[in-house]
């Protein structure tokens, strides 16, 4: 079955600079890669997602890559805010053949004053 | 519009018994999924129930089992419960294979002691 990995684990970051978040996969089938941002006692929250036919997609300071080949994906976060402090899942699934999202371990991002 | 309802919020339990925790989709939503969340971990998927059936199924026991009524609101069951158990139930809904993107729920904190 797939698997995704994530790293770093933790990642702090100055308030203004920017984070990346990297992931892999281990299924060629996924297609779809959602990102997930959680706050404390909360649920994830979806933030961004890319299909495998896009390689790169970007919303307002967040953007997400996608090399198929490497079966890499990451999120860059630019211009970093207070609030952008959470935990930040990967996750990867293969829509074609049934809806299970399978994710990764989360980094947990501390944007410092 | 309501997102995914989820209760109880927190729940304390007695290794060995039986705990059922209850989910209510988000409106318009008709596919629900348990995820299992320990401390500092990525989900981990539980099953997903479709037109009141378990669609597919993670890598957990036969403890754990699970219902989906016609309204689409689902429960959630674990029997003979494992201090192992302990954990963040989350529940996520979304369209049928072929949407994207699940939303959650805040989830359940369950402690077994």
């Known amino acids: 079955g797939e698997n995704v990995e994530q790293h770093p684990s933790t990642l702090s970051v100055q308030e203004g600079d920017s984070a990346v978040i990297k992931c892999t996969y281990s299924?060629?089938?996924?297609?779809?890669f959602p990102w997930y941002k959680q706050e404390l006692g909360k649920g994830p929250q979806l933030i961004i997602d890319?299909?495998?036919?896009?390689g790169e997609k970007k919303d307002q300071r967040i953007a997400v890559t996608l090399n198929k080949t490497a079966k890499h994906f990451s999120l860059h976060i630019t211009e970093t805010q207070p609030e952008d402090s959470a935990v930040y899942f990967c996750?990867?699934?293969?829509?074609?053949?049934?809806?299970?999202?399978?994710f990764g371990k989360g980094t947990r991002l501390h944007i410092l004053p | 519009d309501a997102g995914v309802t989820q209760s109880p919020t927190h729940l304390i339990k007695t290794r060995g018994q039986q705990v059922t925790l209850r989910c209510s989709p988000k409106?318009?939503?008709?596919?629900v999924s348990w995820y299992q969340q320990a401390l500092g971990q990525g989900p981990q998927f539980i099953f997903q129930?479709?037109?009141?059936?378990?669609?597919q199924r993670g890598n957990f026991p036969d403890r754990f089992s699970g219902h989906q009524f016609p309204n689409y609101s689902s429960e959630l069951n674990v029997n003979a419960l494992l201090l192992g158990d302990s954990a963040l139930y989350l529940c996520?809904?979304?369209?049928?294979?072929?949407?994207?993107?699940?939303?959650f729920g805040s989830g359940t904190r369950l402690t077994v002691v």
């Open positions: 996750a990867a699934s293969d829509r074609d053949r049934d809806d299970k999202i399978i």
């Open positions: 409106s318009g939503h008709d596919t």
């Open positions: 890319i299909r495998s036919n896009v």
């Open positions: 299924d060629s089938a996924s297609n779809y």
């Open positions: 129930y479709y037109e009141e059936e378990e669609r």
């Open positions: 996520a809904s979304s369209l049928p294979t072929g949407g994207f993107g699940y939303t």
